[in-house]
């Protein structure tokens, strides 16, 4: 059974610093994996899609990479901005199409 | 349209009574779900639609809960008898059969059971 894990649970920086969101999951056999953006109150924003044949996506400030083999995937964040400020979630779609989630980490960016 | 389009935004609904939520998937996406989202806490999976597939209802919480997709694309999530614990965000997402396309999430209804 598909198991999706994120870490830190919360995590808060100072303006401006890098950082890395932490995801594991522990079948290999994924087709991709998704990272979304939650704001409170709100639905999901997706940030980055990698196929499971990709080792990395970017977008912006926001590079996501992909170890397949080790069942690991790491979201990082340059220069932190307050509105950077949410819930990061990542999901894996497995066979048949399931999206499996972590239950998220909660990043809060202080001025 | 271009997104994933759910309907109502919020609904305040006395207990007892029974519900309809809507999902209007993205045109073309064979891929739907149903997720549940309580105040702080993590995504509970409510039921997935795959094309002409039966669904997956596994994660649907009890026989109150219902779903149907017409069409391969309009989905109702029914509530019948509603109870306080149901209040939450329930979230819809749709997404294409090639896995090289993402899920695209509604912006969710907010269900209040007062």
């Known amino acids: 059974k598909q198991e999706v894990t994120q870490i830190p649970a919360a995590l808060s920086v100072p303006e401006g610093e890098n950082l890395v969101l932490n995801c594991s999951f522990t079948?290999?056999?994924?087709?991709?994996l998704q990272w979304f953006r939650q704001d409170p109150g709100k639905g999901l924003t997706s940030l980055l899609l990698?196929?499971?044949?990709?080792r990395e996506q970017t977008s912006g400030r926001l590079n996501a990479s992909l170890d397949k083999s080790s069942g690991r995937s790491t979201l990082y964040i340059a220069a932190s901005q307050p509105g950077d400020s949410a819930t990061y979630l990542c999901?894996?779609?497995?066979?048949?199409?399931?999206?499996?989630f972590g239950q998220g980490t909660e990043l809060s960016v202080k001025p | 349209g271009a997104g994933v389009s759910q309907s109502p935004s919020n609904k305040v609904t006395e207990k007892g009574k029974d519900v309809e939520l809507r999902c209007d998937p993205i045109?073309?996406?064979?891929?739907l779900y149903w997720y549940r989202q309580s105040l702080g806490q993590g995504l509970e999976f409510l039921i997935y639609?795959?094309?002409?597939?039966?669904?997956?209802k596994s994660g649907l919480p009890s026989d109150r809960f219902s779903a149907e997709r017409t069409g391969g694309s309009v989905s109702t999530l029914t509530i019948q008898r509603t109870q306080q614990e149901d209040s939450a965000v329930y979230l819809c997402?749709?997404?294409?059969?090639?896995?090289?396309?993402?899920?695209?999430f509604g912006s969710g209804t907010r269900l209040t059971v007062v």
């Open positions: 999901a894996v779609r497995a066979e048949g199409g399931k999206l499996i």
């Open positions: 639609f795959q094309g002409n597939s039966a669904p997956d």
């Open positions: 997402a749709s997404g294409a059969s090639q896995t090289g396309v993402g899920y695209t």
């Open positions: 079948d290999s056999a994924i087709y991709n």
């Open positions: 990698i196929q499971s044949s990709q």
């Open positions: 045109s073309g996406h064979t891929a």
